[in-house]
């Protein structure tokens, strides 16, 4: 049985943030889940995921968080708790669903859960989505641990069944993959079938209806600001006259720092978990016994700005500040050492730095930028791109997109010149195409496609781009985990009841003139292939097919046999300065091939101009 499943309440669990989340969920009784995996977020889908298997708890891997809002959005309309998950830049996609789903509200308790990445741990911006909410006029929850994350969970349930609108809960990546102790809660019955009560004269969103929803949701927001004055999510503490509001992890280091300076007495702390709508009575009431506060909060200056309308419109004078050069960054996540030190700083507070580790007599430590696996598939077909590129001449531009293939950016590779968001290369293949002068070819990812690469494909079909689009069909969701997408052949995880979309037939149906599929592993066909596809005059497709590595060792699929580098070898090093596969180091001046890494791609003995790159007989020593 999946652990979070375990009926035993009052037990204690040691669990991941994401684990201690989907264990809320559970206990509060959702019945539906959705998402589109993204990092910080994941784990939570894959316990959902798991707990499918064992459980009437329904879950959906969907093509993008649009979907995923959509989907949970019908359960929840029909009385079934239901909860979307996603990464911070995952709301952007579903934001015009977001929106509207505001006006239109739901029946049963409806959680979307928001996972922001300050510092930018595996995404392309850090972005703060506490301003969707305001945006949006929803409710905002957000937790300070992950024992507070386990049973906020609930609450949100509660809130918005209360409201009859969704609930965004906003975690961030320290939240989501710390662990803490949790205790568990009773199992609350799941609600697995709903009815639909038609009324479509406040459920389709025609002006006229919209417009009388509009009021509805302002009058909700008042409702939901009255339950943020009271609520227990908003925690005070101390009557000093130092005042310093702060939410989230930010809480945890603001205590840290007044114990550390030992000004307890003389600080009070406001602790902002209901984060939208503010409480103004209470930050009012908090202002005004102050005689200087400091805003900490990681991000952009919400709570400040917050605080600052509040203490205007109030007549308050006192001095709040939080972002400012000598204080508190909009940058990166914070940490214990900066904000003791801004504490400090900003109340007159002497404080000594602690001494650093002295690791003078230690060899510094090597760089180790990411890079793509040993034997990656997506490493040949770069190669083979490049290759046939510099065989017809061609100067060329590579848009590529959010995935595995993005770690093609870095040297020797460099395959990566442009790239926004999920699915912009081939939008952004057809700008370029129109205005470089150059031949462009993008590179996106067969889970990536299908979230929303195809929309551009089909501009650039129907305006009649010239440029090449390279899916690289790597038969998974790879980079968040080995997720399912619509392309995976769920046979192979021994799984019924799931279809299949063929990437081909898509391509070929949206009416695109030129499509091959190529298998990297097979240089010189593919090269050929390549080649075509470039001279082609128009869009044309490649589809890169061959399983991800990993996920093929994870399927227990047979191994290749690793190669080694024999006595032919000139040392050119071909096969290091074109693919630098993290399977080739050196060793006394030397290229060797670590068997143990590598994966029997044969992509390197296929380069090799001596053909000096042999498979490894049995039982050869290394």
């Known amino acids: 049985m999946h652990k979070l499943l375990t009926d035993r309440p009052g037990d204690q669990m040691m669990l991941l943030g994401n684990e201690a989340i989907a264990r809320g969920a559970i206990e509060a009784g959702v019945a539906f889940t959705s998402t589109y995996p993204g990092t910080p977020s994941s784990e939570l889908s894959l316990n959902f995921f798991q707990m499918s298997k064992e459980s009437d708890l329904h879950f959906e891997y969907c093509t993008n968080e649009k979907v995923a809002v959509e989907v949970s959005a019908g359960a929840a309309a029909c009385g079934v708790r239901s909860m979307a998950v996603m990464k911070h830049v995952g709301l952007n996609v579903a934001a015009d669903a977001l929106m509207t789903l505001a006006y239109v509200g739901v029946k049963g308790g409806m959680v979307i859960l928001t996972a922001d990445d300050p510092a930018m741990f595996s995404s392309q911006n850090e972005q703060d989505n506490r ?53 568990l809660g009773a199992l609350r019955p799941r609600k697995i079938q709903g009815s639909f009560a038609k009324d479509p004269l406040n459920l389709v969103t025609v002006p006229a209806v919209s417009r009388k929803l509009h009021v509805k949701l302002l009058q909700n927001y008042e409702k939901a600001r009255e339950l943020s004055e009271t609520s227990p999510w908003n925690l005070r503490e101390g009557d000093g006259r130092w005042g310093i509001l702060c939410n989230g992890v930010s809480y945890n280091y603001v205590k840290d720092a007044v114990a550390d300076l030992g000004i307890a007495t003389k600080v009070r702390l406001l602790r902002i978990g209901f984060t939208h709508p503010l409480p103004p009575r209470k930050i009012r009431d908090f202002l005004s016994g102050c005689e200087k506060v400091l805003v900490v909060e990681e991000g952009e200056p919400f709570l400040e700005e917050g605080a600052k309308a509040i203490a205007q419109e109030a007549g308050l004078t006192l001095p709040i500040r ?116 150059r031949k462009v070819v993008s590179f996106i990812g ?177």
Not at 143 to 166: G, K, M, N, T, Y
């Open 131 to 183: 301003y969707y909410a305001k945006i949006s006029g929803l409710p905002m929850l957000e937790p300070s641990s992950v024992e507070e994350a386990h049973r906020i969970v609930a609450a949100a349930f509660d809130l918005s069944e209360q409201l009859q609108e969704p609930v965004l809960l906003r975690t961030t990546t320290r939240i989501n993959h710390s662990s803490g102790v949790v205790t």
């Open 446 to 622: 067969d889970s990536t496609f299908f979230h929303s690469g195809i929309a551009g494909l089909i501009n650039a079909v129907f305006n009649q781009h010239d440029l090449t689009l390279v899916i690289l069909d790597n038969g998974t969701t790879a980079m968040t985990g080995h997720q399912p997408n619509p392309g995976v052949d769920m046979s192979q995880l021994k799984m019924e009841g799931y279809g299949r979309v063929s990437i081909e037939a898509v391509v070929r149906a949206l009416g695109v003139p030129h499509v091959a599929v190529i298998k990297p592993y097979k240089v010189k066909k593919s090269i050929e292939a390549i080649k075509e596809a470039l001279q082609f005059k128009g869009v044309s497709v490649i589809i890169s097919q061959e399983l991800c590595v990993l996920y093929a060792a994870n399927l227990k699929l047979p191994r290749r046999k690793p190669f080694h580098v024999s006595e032919k070898c000139q040392n050119h090093r071909v096969c290091m300065s074109r693919l630098a596969c993290p399977a080739f180091y050196v060793w006394n001046e030397r290229i060797k091939i670590d068997a143990n890494l590598c994966t029997g791609c044969a992509l390197c003995a296929q380069i090799c101009p001596e053909n000096a790159i042999l498979p490894v007989k049995e039982g050869a020593k290394q």
């Open 322 to 437: 939080g972002k400012a050069p000598e204080l508190l960054s909009r940058l990166y996540e914070f940490d214990p050492a900066m904000v003791r030190r801004v504490v400090g700083d900003y109340f007159g507070v002497p404080w000594k730095a602690r001494t650093p580790v002295d690791v003078s007599d230690l060899p510094p430590i090597p760089q180790r930028p990411p890079t793509l696996c040993a034997g990656c598939s997506h490493r040949a077909t770069y190669y083979e791109v490049r290759k046939a590129a510099e065989e017809l001449g061609i100067e060329t531009l590579y848009p590529s997109d959010i995935g595995c293939y993005t770690l093609g950016l870095l040297p020797p590779l460099s395959m990566a010149d442009y790239l926004i968001c999920m699915g912009s290369s081939t939008g952004t293949a057809g700008g370029f195409s129109k205005a470089s002068g």
